[in-house]
């Protein structure tokens, strides 16, 4: 078991920063309900996907393929919108930045299930973001 591959079912969604708030003595953070809840979504879906002998990998990962697809929207063009229709995958060229927090809520949500830490991803190869007829994150990692 060299690779490893997963689909994450579901508009990608970027990991927002946490917040903080004053509480006379002390600044406190926390993250939103809907961050929590994506990140454990994505946690489930990629555990349900390993193999049963799996063991958290110690040593360096190099992603090989990370694609975020989404959605697409009412402003693409009609030719766009064809070549999605015909199964093609449309480059999505706005926001959220690619990476930044798309990647982050992924690699967060990895961790601790896949390595014991996102330090150990060591390089990223053809992440890309796209618009396509089903919303997913496909990954592909290698275990060096």
């Known amino acids: 078991m060299n690779k490893l591959r997963f689909e994450i079912t579901g508009e990608p969604r970027p990991k927002q920063s946490a ?5 006379g003595k002390f600044i406190k953070s926390y993250q939103k309900q809907s961050v ?3 990140e454990s979504n994505v946690k489930m879906q990629v555990i349900s996907q390993l193999p049963a002998d799996f063991a958290i990998i110690q040593g360096p990962i190099r992603i090989t393929r990370l694609h975020y697809v989404f959605a697409p929207i009412k ?3 009609k030719s766009e919108m064809k070549a999605i229709e015909a199964g093609e995958l ?3 060229a706005t926001k959220p930045d690619l990476t930044d927090n798309l990647n982050k ?3 967060d949500a990895l961790q601790g299930i896949i390595y014991a830490n ?7 190869d053809d992440v ?5 007829q089903r919303p997913r994150i496909d990954i592909e990692l290698e275990i060096l």
Do not use: C, H
């Not at 917040?19 to 509480?23: E, I, Q, S």
């Not at 890309?128 to 396509?132: A, P, R, V």
């Open 90 to 92: 449309v480059y999505k």
């Open 75 to 77: 402003s693409l063009k």
């Open 105 to 107: 809520g992924v690699f």
């Open 36 to 38: 929590k809840n994506e």
């Open 118 to 124: 996102d330090s150990q991803i060591i390089s990223m």
């Open 128 to 132: 890309k973001k796209f618009y396509g």
């Open 19 to 23: 917040r903080f708030y004053y509480t």
